[in-house]
């Protein structure tokens, strides 16, 4: 079965420091997400991306996040000047007839 | 606005009885209803989904669930739990044009032994 990928699995920071978050969708997929999920809480959506731009966002998706397809195969999720509270799991998905999720980007921010 | 409420943190059942997962929503429109299921250190596993059609939907590894537009629940629902059915369920909705999913809190459901 085809799989999202993400990497790292862990990724361990400083607060103010910027972090980049890669995935690799399932190839034919045009539709891409990044959802996160802290600690003991729901998984909520970031943003949308489709034909290399953002199709939505959520009201946590401020200016301190940015996204991009640098090429062909990743799409990539930067977190500038971390925060404590950016602390989390970062899932991202691609959407054939469903989205399909990878295992997710434990995100620490010390 | 949509929601999705899981009004159970904790489910547990014995293994080889029925289990039911309770999940209710809200969305405007129609709506587009999934499950997806969590294993420890795993991302979220697509179980099944409704988007229009019979009520009663089947999924992977032996799980349904049913829509009730009335009750705007979407229960998920197994005749005879495993033990490897042990894990973090989560409900989760969309509308059409609207493509982005909002998720429940999750159940986590433990198959006793």
């Known amino acids: 079965e085809p799989e999202v990928t993400q990497t790292p699995s862990h990724q361990v920071t400083q607060m103010g420091q910027e972090v980049i978050l890669r995935c690799v969708p399932i190839?034919?997929?045009?539709?891409f997400y990044w959802y996160r999920q802290i600690l003991g809480q729901k998984v909520e959506f970031l943003v949308s991306?489709?034909?290399?731009?953002?199709?939505?966002k959520s009201e946590i998706f401020d200016d301190q996040f940015s996204v991009e397809r640098p090429d062909g195969s990743n799409f990539t999720l930067k977190i500038r000047s971390t925060k404590l509270e950016d602390s989390a799991m970062y899932f991202c998905?691609?959407?054939?007839?469903?989205?399909?999720f990878g295992a997710g980007t434990r995100l620490s921010v010390l | 606005a949509q929601s999705v409420a899981q009004p159970e943190d904790q489910v547990n059942v014995a293994e080889g009885n029925p289990l039911t997962v309770k999940c209710t929503y809200s969305?405007?429109?129609?709506?587009?209803l999934f499950w997806y299921v969590q294993y420890p250190n795993r991302g979220l596993q697509f179980l099944l989904k409704?988007?229009?059609?019979?009520?009663l939907v089947k999924g992977s590894y032996g799980f349904e669930a049913e829509f009730n537009k009335s009750q705007t629940s979407f229960h998920l629902k197994k005749p005879s739990a495993l033990v490897s059915d042990s894990a973090l369920y989560f409900c989760?909705?969309?509308?059409?044009?609207?493509?982005?999913?909002?998720f429940g809190t999750g159940t986590r459901l433990t198959i006793i032994p």
């Open positions: 190839s034919n997929h045009l539709y």
């Open positions: 969305v405007s429109g129609n709506p587009y």
């Open positions: 409704y988007i229009t059609g019979d009520n």
């Open positions: 989760a909705v969309s509308n059409f044009g609207n493509e982005k999913l909002t």
């Open positions: 991306f489709y034909n290399n731009e953002i199709s939505e």
């Open positions: 998905a691609s959407r054939g007839n469903i989205q399909y």
